[in-house]
């Protein structure tokens, strides 16, 4: 399994959100984005509808039925009805309800004050598993700090 954390720059965790969305959609391979806030949840929903006039990231939840067809599913408990095999999680770091049989998880957050707890559940990762990565976001893009 890979493990990533992604510290947003502030202000920016919702349009960072929908990028890296649409770069795991691209890649072909399914996604389950998990926030425990319902705002945040319905929020990115509307941001995948509106993010581009050119593009659309399929993508639904348990209101949109057909639940096991979305190539991203949208949820705020830690379910999997698509069979994801990457998920995105923000406003949590609560790896052991939400971090179950994936290839790829995927931590993305803002505030400043969830980068002490960021550290430290990836220096807990770090002794179990091989890949695990901090990225930082600036000017240039993301940039990879540990």
């Known amino acids: 399994m890979e493990v990533s954390f992604y510290r947003a720059a502030d202000g920016n965790l919702l349009p960072s959100l929908v990028r890296l969305l649409e ?11 998990c926030s425990p806030s319902e705002e945040r949840v319905k929020a990115v929903g509307k941001a995948l509808w509106t993010f581009s ?3 659309f990231i399929p993508h ?10 979305q ?4 949820a705020s408990v830690g379910e999997n009805p698509n069979n994801a095999t990457v998920q995105v999680l923000t406003d949590t770091f609560d790896y052991e309800n939400y971090g179950k049989n994936f290839e790829k998880i995927l ?6 004050s969830q980068v002490e ?4 559940l990836y220096a807990d990762l770090k002794k179990n598993l091989e890949n695990v990565n901090y990225w930082e976001q600036s000017a240039k893009g993301w940039e990879r700090v540990l």
């Open 71 to 74: 190539p991203i599913y949208l």
């Open 53 to 55: 006039t050119s593009a």
């Open 23 to 33: 770069k795991i959609y691209t890649s072909g391979r399914r996604c389950l984005f």
């Open 117 to 120: 707890r960021a550290q430290t």
């Open 60 to 69: 639904g939840d348990r209101g949109f039925g057909f639940c096991d067809q």
């Open 107 to 112: 931590f993305v957050f803002e505030d400043s």
